[in-house]
């Protein structure tokens, strides 16, 4: 149902909205408004909506709630902000408004409420939807698909490896020990990247972590946050926080950016909840993203130091994920795992750090925007000539893999994790 105009809704955070001081630094970070040059969708002409959405100023009609939509929540405004505005937060915050109040039609609720946050948020449920979704992408069926169905498809893997359960527990193999680690295996992950999350093992393995698994974890809430379901993202952090608690680790390392975004916020979220939030806060602090865990190590340093992981003279780019460049603010770490590793033959990509239309789930609810950007961000890798892309998300693998298939372009696109496995000694506890 849509709040009529002038009813006072006051959902938002005051003092976290009046941090913007409308100065327009953010503009030449945002991808949406790089691409359409629209005030409505640039952070602070979002901001602006926002508020008078909670003060009854606006109406939460179509045409307000579509500038929402189309912000890819990625957080680049914030890296930019000299005032230091929580958008991520203000959005939030905003997105639980509008799902509670606004009613959406029949195959976007299905979307958003069934596909992404039921589905996609259980691995059970990922595998069994995944598989009639591949076959038909195999057998060539959805060419006979309307477009909206086609471009999800297009997102889909051709084929992927068995998938194999991840060891409850892997020691270290080198030393000196750095500790027990808990390992966030992830849902989309899992499934689809299952061979990612050995590798990201192994290599913590070689870096010196004993790694754990818990078989009691959850989704990380960041679909659901994400989305505007503010409370089911918080019943999966309270269990989270309680499987890593019993785990009894030192540290927790996830590998997908999108999730560590929202590991790292676990106390933002909740903050309100006085039985949890130091529990949370101990959560956030303890949580790194794979590639701090392994720049930490001085002797995964040197295993890279000592191979050569890319043939004589290919390029090698990089692909800075949102969530980690501007939610988690980690731009040094893998570069300097690839630095390491390939030398001379890592190139810079430009606009690294512009969105490349994944957003989670937003080249599912906002396809054509996300085409736009991959096309912007394909663009740009191809201008490097390098003959490897590396990145640290799912989505963003997807995301490229697709639009590199759909150019033709011999581009390969892999996880930081599976281009350093690749180059490094095995792990005999993981083959």
């Avoid at 059970?124 to 195999?138: E, F, G, H, N």
């Avoid at 993203?289 to 050569?308: C, G, H, K, R």
Wanted: glycine fraction near 6%; aromatic fraction near 6%; proline fraction near 5%.
């Amino acid at each position: 149902m849509n709040v009529p105009a002038r009813q006072p809704a006051g959902y938002l955070d005051e003092a976290k909205s009046l941090a913007c001081i409308h100065c327009g630094l953010c503009l030449s970070s945002c991808p949406t408004y790089l691409e359409t040059g629209n005030e409505n969708e640039s952070p602070r002409g979002r901001i602006y909506q926002m508020r008078a959405v909670s003060e009854g100023r606006l109406a939460l009609e179509a045409a307000t709630v579509r500038h929402f939509d189309l912000c890819l929540g990625c957080r680049a405004c914030e890296a930019a902000c000299p005032s230091g505005v929580q958008y991520g937060a203000l959005l939030e915050e905003t997105r639980e408004h509008v799902e509670q109040r606004h009613e959406r039609g029949l195959f976007e609720t299905f979307i958003r409420r069934v596909l992404i946050e039921r589905i996609f948020s259980n691995q059970r449920a990922t595998r069994i939807a995944l598989a009639p979704a591949r076959l038909s992408k195999q057998l060539g069926l959805d060419r006979w698909l309307p477009v909206s169905l086609r471009r999800f498809l297009d997102l889909v893997p051709r084929r992927t490896e068995p998938h194999r359960p991840l060891p409850a527990f892997s020691a270290a193999v080198t030393t000196p020990r750095r500790g027990k680690v808990g390992f966030i295996s992830g849902c989309v992950m899992d499934v689809m990247f299952n061979r990612t999350n050995r590798n990201s093992i192994r290599l913590l393995n070689l870096a010196g972590y004993d790694v754990v698994t818990p078989a009691d974890q959850v989704c990380c809430g960041a679909l659901h946050a994400h989305g505007g379901q503010l409370e089911r993202a918080r019943r999966q952090a309270r269990q989270n926080i309680r499987a890593f608690a019993e785990a009894g680790v030192d540290q927790i390392v996830i590998n997908a950016a999108g999730c560590g975004s929202t590991l790292k916020e676990y106390d933002h979220l909740l903050a309100g909840d006085p039985e949890w939030k130091e529990r949370a806060s101990d959560f956030a602090k303890k949580t790194l993203d794979l590639t701090e865990a392994l720049v930490a190590s001085p002797v995964f340093m040197e295993l890279l130091a000592q191979i050569n992981a890319a043939p004589t003279g290919e390029r090698v780019a990089y692909h800075d994920a949102c969530h980690l460049a501007h939610a988690q603010r980690v731009k040094a770490a893998p570069r300097q795992l690839l630095a390491a590793a390939v030398g001379t033959r890592f190139v810079e990509l430009p606009e690294s750090d512009v969105c490349c239309g994944s957003a989670g789930s937003y080249n599912l609810t906002e396809p054509e925007m996300a085409v736009r950007l991959r096309e912007r961000k394909l663009n740009n890798l191809l201008s490097t000539g390098a003959a490897t892309v590396v990145t640290t998300n799912p989505g963003c693998l997807l995301q490229i893999v697709a639009g590199a298939e759909q150019r033709g372009a011999a581009l390969r696109v892999e996880h930081i994790a599976d281009f350093l496995a690749a180059h490094l000694p095995p792990v005999a506890t993981l083959r």
